[in-house]
């Protein structure tokens, strides 16, 4: 499939797209630069309620490819999204702006850290950074949650596959591969049957 061509913004026409390939990458270095604590609270903002390169019901699709692929979930995201617009050269541009800065900054604040590391006030700091983190995703989650509406199987169901995860991850304490194989692959051959059963759009 041809890369998609970047169109002009309009109000009405949906989902924008980016402008040329260094809109992709100054945005996704802006993105990076802002991801301290929880960076799907931020993906999600700047991408879908900022941006509107994707509508929540995409970004709920795509984050959860992003997902079960290996390495870093935004990581992945900004390679599909790059590679959707503009192809290789839209992956590759997207990723160079996710990792550029950020990768400079950890350096230099791996440094520093170093020499605070064993101090009070930096491990008291780092506590609650972990405190706010938790509430952004929490955040994002309930926000979309509104987007499993329409999800072929359902809220409810959705719902349902939702809560289990959880239980399974955070009482359970089931590895991650089984979550994914197992919870995971229930759903998906739940929603390929539930697809299979829909009439196919007239012409």
Request: aromatic share 8%; net charge positive.
């Amino acid at each position: 499939m041809p890369p998609r061509q970047p169109t002009a913004p309009h109000a009405d026409s949906g989902p924008l797209v980016p402008r040329s390939r260094s809109d992709l990458f100054l945005s996704f270095t802006w993105l990076a630069l802002q991801g301290f604590g929880g960076v799907l609270a931020i993906v999600q903002r700047e991408l879908v309620e900022k941006k509107r390169w994707l509508t929540r019901e995409q970004f709920l699709e795509d984050w959860a490819v992003a997902q079960i692929m290996p390495g870093p979930n935004v990581v992945n995201l900004s390679l599909m999204i790059g590679d959707r617009f503009f192809g290789l050269s839209g992956a590759l541009a997207a990723l160079a702006g996710m990792l550029a800065a950020p990768l400079c900054l950890v350096l230099l604040m791996a440094a520093l850290y170093g020499s605070v590391a064993d101090t009070a006030a930096a491990q008291g700091a780092l506590r609650g950074m972990g405190a706010v983190a938790a509430g952004l995703v929490t955040a994002t989650g309930i926000k979309l949650i509104a987007a499993l509406d329409k999800n072929a199987l359902g809220l409810a169901a959705c719902i349902a596959l939702a809560a289990l995860t959880f239980v399974a991850i955070a009482l359970l304490r089931w590895p991650l591969i089984w979550v994914l194989l197992g919870i995971g692959g229930v759903a998906c051959l739940w929603a390929y049957r539930v697809l299979g059963r829909q009439p196919e759009p007239r012409s």
